[in-house]
Structures are given as structure tokens and as C-alpha cells.
T-cell receptor
Framework: EDQVTQSPEALRLQEGESSSLNCSYT??????LFWYRQDPGKGPEFLFT???AGEEKEKERLKATLTKKESFLHITAPKPEDSATYLC????????????FGAGTQVVVTP | DTGVSQDPRHKITKRGQNVTFRCDPI?????LYWYRQTLGQGPEFLTY????????KSRLLSDRFSAERPKGSFSTLEIQRTEQGDSAMYLC????????????FGPGTRLTVT
């Protein structure tokens, strides 16, 4: 059965203190791995899609990387507005596109 | 492109009542998904439509749940005889088969069953 595990569950950072979030996955035939950001009381907001090991994507202070077993979301010099829950999800080849999500990492960035 | 919209944003109902939620996907998106999210967890897949056809339902979707997507446009999710365990955020997402694989989510409907 497909499984996605995110760590840590929560992360508290000082503004400017870089860190990484981990997403470990097991899936029978990975079509894609997705990162989303979710603010309290809102729907997930799409960030990145990664398709193959070694791929990297960047957006402002965020960089996502992918290996055959895990993905990392690096946050460089975070700002308070980067505070959110970051969700990782996998999509299997035979899944009609449905996403299997992890529980998320709640990030708080303090000034 | 006005994004995915959902209505209502919040619903409080008494146990045993029926509720219906609506999702309007991004225009021309032919795939539509429903997910459910409880506090501290990621979204869980419920069901999926391609155009008007419902192609997959999760085992999470009991007989009390039904979803439709008439004419392949908006979708509705109905829960009959609600239970306290149905309290959750119900999220809708849409995507275009011919586009990328990313799904775009609506703001969700927060259901509270008392």
C-alpha cells in the first residue's frame, strides 16, 4: 500500500534560519511527487511537482528535491510569511491521478 | 481563471441530518476530486470524476455518501444521516488531463456535526 511519511511534525524557526523538511514515500510506480502549502482554514496551494530522481525545483526561498525514496523541501532564509503547513503527496501510475498525502509539517517562523 | 470555488464554506448540522456541498472547478478542467481532511492530517481521497463519469470511490466513502457531476461541470457531495465522525474539512480539487498533473484545490467546506 502506498505510504507517505513527513518529518518533523512541527518546526519552529527564527527568521533567516534555513532548514529542510523530509518526505519519505513508498509507492508502486511513482508518477509524480507534489508539494503543497496550506494556511489555516484554507485549501492546499500547489508549489511543485517532481517526476524523477535527481530533479530539483525552486520558487523564491523554497527548493524541492527528489530521490528514489524521499523528497526534501529546503527553506532558505525563511520569513514569517513562510509560516504554514507543508504537505507532500504522491501520485501512482495506476491511480487515476488521485493524491496520497502525508500528515504535513507545520512550520512557524518567528521574527 | 477564478480558481476552484466551494459552497458553503462552513456548515453546522445536527446528527442525522442530510447535507450537500457544491464544488465549481476551474473552467475547462475535466478531472474533479473530492478529499476529506481532519485536524492534523493530510487530505484523504474520497472520489474522482472525469467529465461526468465517476471513475473511482474510496473505501472511506460509505453508502451514506454520494457524489455527482452532472454535465461535467460543477459537482455535489451529499452526506445522508450525518454522524459526528463526518466532521471534517471537505476539499475539492480540479485538473486538466491534457495539462500538468497538479491539482488545484478550493477553499474547502468545514462541516461540524453536533
Amino acid at each position: 500500500e502506498d505510504q507517505v511519511t513527513q518529518s518533523p511534525e512541527a518546526l519552529r524557526l527564527q527568521e533567516g534560519e534555513s532548514s529542510s523538511l523530509n518526505c519519505s514515500y513508498t509507492v508502486s510506480g511513482l508518477r509524480g511527487l507534489f508539494w503543497y502549502r496550506q494556511d489555516p482554514g484554507k485549501g492546499p496551494e500547489f508549489l511543485f511537482t517532481l517526476y524523477s530522481a535527481g530533479e530539483e525545483k525552486e520558487k523564491e526561498r523554497l527548493k524541492a528535491t527528489l530521490t528514489k525514496k524521499e523528497s526534501f523541501l529546503h527553506i532558505t532564509a525563511p520569513k514569517p510569511e513562510d509560516s504554514a503547513t507543508y504537505l507532500c503527496a504522491v501520485q501512482a501510475n495506476d491511480s487515476w491521478g488521485k493524491l496520497q498525502f502525508g500528515a504535513g509539517t507545520q512550520v512557524v517562523v518567528t521574527p | 481563471d477564478t480558481g476552484v470555488s466551494q459552497d458553503p464554506r462552513h456548515k453546522i448540522t445536527k446528527r442525522g441530518q442530510n447535507v450537500t456541498f457544491r464544488c465549481d472547478p476551474i473552467s475547462e478542467h475535466n478531472r474533479l476530486y473530492w478529499y476529506r481532511q481532519t485536524l492534523g492530517q493530510g487530505p484523504e481521497f474520497l472520489t474522482y470524476f472525469q467529465n461526468e463519469a465517476q471513475l473511482e470511490k474510496s473505501r472511506l466513502l460509505s453508502d451514506r455518501f454520494s457524489a455527482e457531476r452532472p454535465k461535467g461541470s460543477f459537482s455535489t457531495l451529499e452526506i445522508q444521516r450525518t454522524e459526528q465522525g463526518d466532521s471534517a474539512m471537505y476539499l475539492c480539487a480540479s485538473t486538466l488531463v491534457e495539462g500538468g498533473d497538479e491539482q488545484y484545490f478550493g477553499p474547502g467546506t468545514r462541516l461540524t456535526v453536533t
